[in-house]
């Protein structure tokens, strides 16, 4: 069962990991059947279509959920709703087939808000972002397991928009190539001469490509 589900912005400084501890409590109080994995250490069967950064709230996150058998997708949402906490309530379901591609190998793109939080450096970086955008190399530093390291995320960036103190960004997610909000922020500010500000993050949604090649919400493939 795919489900798509909100991080409200009260949860924002939760971690990945304690977001899927609460997800397998809930699943676990709802009285679904659940699968769980063989083994030692049995544990049920949930993946997230992609991680969701501590800090960042999220509108449309998804996961998948493993079950014993049938059950349609208005009662799973019913029981999950009534065990999730209210910040992190479902929206939609729906049943995926077993030939269905894994979720986070469809990611290929990630829709966010980052509100700039401090009005003097939002005017600043929405007035800079124009000839930001116009370059043809943009260099952000990016965290790797050996380091910090250059990337050019200029081709990362699909579209950035700005309305008042806010940037609308699309921007790649995939398992090898990403762009995430601080990189942007960062590189940003640095082009624009100033100290990179506190912003609040809001991840809108996932999206993968449909059979046209064209990127579409990721719960509707």
């Known amino acids: 069962m795919m489900a798509v589900f909100e991080k409200g912005e009260r949860l924002r400084h939760i971690g990945h990991l304690d977001i899927q501890r609460s ?12 699968s769980y994995s063989k083994g030692f250490n049995p544990h049920i069967l949930l993946t997230f279509a992609s991680a969701l950064s501590t800090g960042a709230a999220g509108r449309r996150e998804i996961m998948d959920v493993q079950l014993d058998r049938d059950v349609t997708p208005e009662a799973f949402l019913a029981a999950m709703n009534n065990a999730m906490p209210p910040d992190m309530q479902l929206s939609s379901a729906r049943v995926l087939d077993d030939h269905h591609v894994a979720l986070m190998a469809q990611v290929q793109a990630a829709d966010y808000t980052i509100t700039i939080l401090n009005a003097e450096a939002g005017e600043k970086l929405t007035a800079a972002l124009p000839a930001f955008l116009a370059q043809e190399h943009i ?7 050996s380091g910090m390291k250059e990337t050019d995320i200029r081709p990362l960036l699909l579209s950035v928009s700005s309305q008042g103190n806010a940037l609308h960004a699309l921007m790649t997610l995939t398992e090898r190539l990403a762009c995430k ?19 609040m993050v809001v991840r809108n949604g ?8 064209m990127l579409a919400p990721l719960e509707t493939l």
């Open 23 to 34: 997800v397998m409590r809930a699943l676990r109080r709802s009285g679904l059947p659940v």
């Open 206 to 213: 996932l999206l993968g490509l449909d059979e046209s090649g």
């Open 139 to 145: 260099i952000a530093m990016r965290k790797t397991k």
């Open 181 to 199: 909000p601080n990189m942007l922020i960062e590189a940003l500010s640095a082009f624009a001469g100033v100290e990179a500000p506190r912003v």
